[in-house]
């Protein structure tokens, strides 16, 4: 059975190389303000479990030196030293560019933060951090997905996945696109478009004929952004690499009022056991330089966006005999956006001392992971059925000052 969300995925996806616009497909595209001023939900994931003591460093805990004789990162004033925070955290020199709008009180971290299913396995932290259901591997939707409205009019790109696939995330039963580039989306091959016209746009099946205009209204939109072409503001570069280009296509399909509500992007590469040093420095040049520049960007736009961050779980505390960390535990969110309460790392501090970790060797989470999508949810979203998003959850608010 072919739904509306598989045609979505696959369809436009297999159609990325045709060639014209179905005639009976008379969907307006790029109507002005489009968005009709709903927020909008950026959702990145650090794939491979990033080194959250070493993003946003508690340079102020003595155990951290102890720990990491090699790898610790200098106390703020020191030659390589990190960018105070608070007076106890500091940022990764790395991640200077994002260090003003921490200034400017539009970026937040929140600390000791992740899942309470506790494993060392990639592929289950990312499957229950992305279904939202940690411990359980039978759920078969993820998190965002379910997150979406129930809107009959919300445009077929309300939510999108940059990739070649759809993301964990975003898969379910409302509508969500897969796009792995906009600028090399075309249509070419006038032949194969009306062939899928002909066998779906006019099915006798009606929601397999609902589902094929809409596959065709995506197509459409995507189409008519990629023709318009993009220049960044504010004389912005977006970083090399795989993240951004992502943060730059979101921003394009943002700012063609496309009705984009959630967009997903992902950056691997992050499992540092060996000389790690220098891999997360040139990680975190990138992350840093390619959220900056959507940042800014945007300019007035990220009034209606928060941005939020995720990794499946951390690092261990000491590092390693290769100058790397191995499979911890609790991690760093980071939020940033026009309405987050910034200037600030949120959670509580468990402390690095033997005695205050996890299983003698990790970094305690204090703050599970739903706690801050559910009041980026609430807060931004408008999102109030919290028991439908996470399931067998009872969301606490604990984390609903994130957002002001």
Do not use: C
């Not at 990794?311 to 939020?335: K, P, Q």
């Amino acid at each position: 059975m072919l739904n509306r969300r598989v045609l979505l995925q696959n369809g436009a996806l297999s159609l990325f190389g045709l060639g014209i616009t179905p005639s009976w497909l008379t969907r307006a595209v790029g109507a002005p303000s489009a968005t009709g001023g709903k927020k909008i939900l950026v959702v990145v994931f650090q794939r491979g479990a990033a080194d959250g003591l070493n993003m946003v460093v508690p340079y102020g805990e003595k155990a951290y030196y102890q720990s990491r004789p090699n790898l610790a990162l200098a106390q703020p004033g020191k030659e390589k030293g990190v960018l105070d925070l608070d007076g106890f955290f500091g940022l990764h020199p790395a991640l200077a560019p994002l260090s003003p709008i921490f200034a400017d009180k539009k970026l937040a971290f929140v600390h000791a933060s992740g899942s309470p299913a506790y494993t060392r396995s990639h592929f289950d932290a990312q499957d229950y951090m992305e279904s939202g259901t940690p411990g359980v591997k039978s759920t078969r939707d993820g998190w965002l997905n379910r997150a979406l409205p129930e809107d009959a009019k919300a445009s077929p790109v309300q939510a999108v996945g940059l990739g070649p696939v759809l993301p964990r995330a975003l898969a379910g039963s409302r509508s969500a696109v897969a796009l792995n580039s906009v600028r090399e989306f075309q249509l070419r091959d006038h032949m194969a478009a009306k062939e899928y016209e002909r066998r779906y746009g006019k099915s006798v099946d009606a929601a397999l004929q609902e589902a094929s205009k809409e596959t065709f209204a995506a197509i459409e939109i995507l189409e008519s952004v990629r023709r318009a072409g993009y220049q960044p503001a504010n004389g912005v570069q977006y970083p090399k690499g795989k993240l951004g280009r992502s943060m730059e296509q979101i921003a394009q399909l943002i700012k063609g009022n496309v009705g984009l509500e959630v967009a997903f992007a992902d950056m691997g590469g992050w499992d540092h056991h060996v000389n790690q040093e220098l891999l997360l420095d040139r990680q975190l040049k990138e992350f840093g330089a390619a959220l900056a520049a959507f940042y800014q960007d945007l300019g007035p736009r990220m009034e209606q966006v928060v941005l939020v961050t995720m990794s499946e779980f951390g690092r261990t505390v000491r590092e390693n005999g290769t100058r790397g960390t191995d499979h911890g535990h609790a991690n760093v969110m980071m939020l940033m956006g026009a309405n987050v309460s910034g200037g600030k790392v949120h959670g509580r501090w468990p402390g690095l001392e033997r005695d205050q970790l996890h299983e003698g060797r990790d970094l305690a989470v204090t703050t599970d992971f739903r706690e801050v999508l559910g009041a980026v949810l609430q807060a931004h979203s408008g999102q109030t059925d919290l028991a439908r998003v996470f399931p067998g959850y009872s969301y606490q608010g604990a984390m609903r000052r994130l957002l002001v």
